[in-house]
């Protein structure tokens, strides 16, 4: 399952990957390269996935 941000900026589910825009697919695939980048070059630091999970949670009261 996909999910898209509508124009209220509310998460919903999309019924295949043919919803998506190509545009906002791209903008992704840029800011992926970026992101990876940025790693590489030692420019940001990763943090784990379950702290941010942990994080959310948090915030959420999860």
Request: no cysteine; aromatic share 4%.
């Amino acid at each position: 399952m996909y999910i898209a941000i509508n124009s209220d900026n509310r998460l919903q589910p999309m019924k295949n990957e043919m919803d998506i825009d190509p545009e906002i697919e791209k903008a992704w695939a840029e800011e992926a390269e970026r992101r990876l980048t940025e790693l590489e070059e030692g420019k940001v630091e990763p943090i784990p996935g379950e702290q941010v999970m942990d994080g959310l949670k948090n915030i959420t009261g999860e």
